[in-house]
Nanobody
């Protein structure tokens, strides 16, 4: 099972930017998807963005569309989430996840990284 380790979280003012990284311990192949989720205090974990490793399909939650960008460096096994124009509502613990494309279940999870956006 691949290990996922997130980094890059922190405190930023509204309107600012952050880049999250997720390092995978092993290489995955084309039939694999990776994504970002987040969980705010008192709320359920929600999908933020996802990508199939071939780069052929990318999906964003409506709340981040146009502000966040997901990308994958397959050579380095690192998943990124570029977050721009951050809002206080983006405050949450952000998790990296992975799954087989055909599965509905995300089976691999990182430990999470805190993102706090101040107003």
């Amino acid at each position: 099972q691949v290990q996922l380790v997130e980094s890059g979280g922190g405190l930023v003012q509204a309107g600012g930017s952050l880049r999250l990284s997720c390092a995978a311990s092993a290489r995955r192949f084309s039939r694999y998807a990776m994504g970002w989720f987040r969980q705010a205090p008192g709320k359920e974990r929600e999908f933020v963005a996802g990508i199939i490793l071939t780069g052929s399909r990318i999906k964003y939650a409506d709340s981040v569309e146009g502000r966040f960008t997901i990308s994958m460096d397959n050579a380095k096994n690192i998943l990124y989430l570029y977050m721009n124009t951050l809002e206080p509502e983006d405050t949450a613990v952000y998790y990296c996840a992975g799954k087989v494309v055909k599965s509905d279940t995300w089976t691999e999870w990182g430990q999470g990284t805190q993102v706090t956006v101040s107003s």
